[in-house]
């Protein structure tokens, strides 16, 4: 075992100056002491940081450690289980019974089939932005659209009631809001969800949660299911194409090579997903002894999963701090690893690759409206990073 291990003594938030898609720097220096640090949680909970792609993906995929919210040891009090449903905090049995029927919904080849879809909805973003512009901002009117449309209609969540649960899941997903507001937000999601989930059991329609309802799932199973499918469908990409073409922009000749090249989008989309990791970090607690890295982490002991320290170590990638669209980055943990993998994976490439495409065909001169110091991110503090606002114009 090894005696001297850096030691991170708390979690940090603060990006590197004039660099929005970096990891913040003590989280990059973390990685060059190792790739496992001492660490210890905002409750004052001793654990660990675990920033090294090969440890990362180790402890993911390691059985050893727990998903479940109950056992997150990181505060003086106890976490109440996750809702019914909501199994990307659950282990197994738990987690394979809620996520088992929706795998064959979410396969790439179905999602495949949605590409008509996006690339019909993408155009209309795209005819409104031209009607508006050319100045407009590109997180409203181009990046939660597209995805909040498409997971809503796989949800089968009237048209009519779109604007309003995305204003919803902006509130408690932002990272912004006092703990009231998030609350409120949050509950008015689930009262929502909840009649949703009632009215597809009465009058079933063509989408995943009618079919659902065909199931052994209870009506509070089904609301924490569609809630998980709903956040993460809409809030991860949104953040993804919003930031993705704001690195794009800020990395001319990268947008250059990929508007030249539109066969390059699925290396693209890769390498900006390893480059941003808008899911920036998750946990996990040994359930026993284990030993990472050198370091034995002892039961009990919650674990930090630094994503985007992973994805950019340079152990896995040669100039990891480079976005270079020509990379091999498969293999990325954007979307995690292991049995907790991304469902949505399939449907967010299918929804990058035809957006950016897109955008950057339908306008070729857009560049940002305001300088790259004046966008508006979002905090750490939130769940997935990104831009809250990205002001753009073209030539006319």
């Known amino acids: 075992m090894t005696d001297t291990v850096h030691t991170v003594t708390t979690l940090p938030t603060e990006r590197p100056s004039g660099c929005p898609f970096d990891p913040p720097a003590e989280l990059v220096d973390a990685r060059r002491h190792g790739p496992i640090s001492r660490f210890t949680h905002p409750g004052g909970k001793p654990g660990w940081l675990i920033t090294g792609y090969d440890l990362v993906r180790s402890v993911l995929a390691d059985p050893r450690f727990s998903s479940r919210r109950d056992l997150l040891n990181v505060v003086d009090f106890e976490i109440p289980p996750a809702p019914p449903g909501e199994f990307l905090l659950m282990d197994d049995p738990d987690h394979s019974r809620y996520r088992k029927p929706l795998v064959g919904k979410f396969t790439a080849r179905r999602m495949r089939l949605l590409t008509e879809r996006v690339e019909q909805i993408t155009a209309a973003c ?49 990272g912004e809001t006092g703990d009231e507001e998030l609350i409120a937000a949050y509950t008015a999601t689930q009262e929502y969800l909840a009649e949703l989930v009632a009215a597809k059991r009465a009058n079933p329609t063509d989408d995943v949660l009618s079919e659902l309802t065909d199931s052994d799932l209870t009506d509070e199973e089904l609301k924490g299911i569609s809630l998980i499918l709903l956040a993460a469908g809409f809030d991860t990409t949104a953040n993804m194409l919003a930031l993705g073409t704001f690195a794009l922009l800020q990395n001319p000749e990268q947008l250059a090579a990929l508007r030249d090249d539109p066969a390059l989008i699925d290396q693209a989309v890769e390498e900006l997903l390893r480059y941003l990791s808008v899911a920036k970090s998750f946990m996990r607690t040994a359930l026993e002894d284990v030993e990472v890295g050198g370091q034995t982490i002892e039961a009990g002991t919650t674990v930090v999963l630094s994503y985007n ?9 040669a100039d990891p701090h480079v976005l270079d669209i020509r990379r091999q980055s498969t ?14 994976a399939q449907l967010a490439r299918v929804e990058m690759r035809v957006a950016f495409n897109a955008l950057l065909a339908r306008f070729p001169t857009l560049r940002l409206a305001v300088p790259a110091e004046d966008v508006v991110l979002r905090p750490e503090t939130a769940d997935i990073y990104g831009v809250k606002s990205l002001p753009v114009t073209w030539d006319v």
């Not at 009237?158 to 997903?173: G, N």
């Open 126 to 174: 795209l005819d409104a932005m031209e009607e508006t512009g050319p100045d407009v901002d590109l997180v409203t009117a181009f990046a939660k659209p597209i995805p909040t449309i498409i997971i809503c209609e796989l949800l089968g969540v009237p048209y009519e009631d779109r604007d309003s649960f995305q204003e919803q899941i902006d509130t408690f997903m932002g």
């Open 309 to 317: 320290t992973a994805n950019r170590d340079p152990e896995r990638h």
């Open 331 to 344: 293999g990325h943990v954007a979307f995690g690893h292991g049995v907790h993998l991304c469902l949505g």
